[in-house]
C-alpha cells in the first residue's frame, strides 16, 4: 500500500507526546531502513488463553477447540487461531516498537506454519520504508514470528527461498510513530 493511500485517523495528535510514559525514547528518526529489530521476548501459548481469544475473536471453527475430532485431523490436535497469532506477534514487538502507536495499513501477511498450545512465540521486525506524514511518521515493517526457537536466528528462509519450520508469521503493515 502506498503510503499516500495511508489515513490517517482524524484528530491524531502527537504535539504532547510524553517519550517518559510511553516508555522508549525511540520516534521515527531513530530507525533506519534494512534494520532488524528482535524483540528479545517470548510467550508461551497455553490451550485456556488460545479459546479465550478465539472466542472474543468470534472464531467458532472446530479445528480451534474441538480435541476429540482434531485427534484425527492432519496434525491431532487443535490449531491456534491466525488472529491469536498476529496478536501474540504484535504485542511482542512492543520491545524495540514501542512508539509504533497504530496500524495504518496492511500490505500482506501469511501464516506459514501451525502453532499449537505448548509453543513459545517469539518475534523479530524489519524496516522495510519509512514515509515522513507531516505531523507524524511512517514505519513499513515486516513482522516475522517463530516458535520455539530464538527470533534473532536470521535468516528465516533457506536458500530456495522457502520458511524455515518453525517460522508462523510473516506479516507486512504501516505504523504510525511518532516524531521528534
Known amino acids: ?12 495528535d502527537f504535539s504532547n507526546y510524553s517519550w517518559t510514559l ?25 490451550d485456556a488463553e488460545h479459546q479465550l481469544a478465539t472466542r472474543l475473536y468470534q472464531n467458532t ?8 475430532a482434531q485427534k484425527e485431523s492432519r496434525f491431532g490436535k487443535r490449531l491456534i487461531y491466525g488472529g491469536v ?12 516498537l514501542a512508539n509504533a502507536q497504530l496500524m495504518l495499513g496492511i500490505n500482506g501477511g501469511r501464516h506459514v506454519n501451525p502453532l499449537f498450545a505448548g509453543d513459545t512465540v517469539y518475534a523479530w521486525s524489519e ?10 511518521g511512517a514505519l513499513r515493517l515486516r513482522l516475522v514470528a517463530v516458535k520455539n526457537q530464538n527470533a534473532a536466528a ?12 518453525n517460522v508462523v508469521l ?11
Open 154 to 165: 536470521f535468516p528465516f528462509k533457506n536458500e530456495a527461498g522457502e520458511y524455515d519450520p
Open 170 to 180: 510473516d506479516f507486512d503493515y504501516w505504523a504510525a510513530i511518532p516524531k521528534r
Open 22 to 46: 510511553a516508555g522508549s525514547p525511540h520516534a521515527f528518526e531513530d530507525y533506519e531502513v534494512g534494520e532488524k529489530i528482535d524483540h528479545v521476548d517470548g510467550m508461551t501459548v497455553e
Open 127 to 136: 524496516v522495510l520504508a519509512k514515509d515522513d506524514l507531516g505531523e507524524i
Open 61 to 68: 471453527a472446530k479445528v480451534h477447540f474441538d480435541a476429540l
Open 85 to 96: 497469532t498476529i496478536s501474540l506477534a504484535r504485542a511482542l514487538s512492543f520491545n524495540g
Open 1 to 12: 500500500m502506498p503510503t499516500n493511500e495511508l489515513a490517517l485517523p482524524p484528530g491524531l
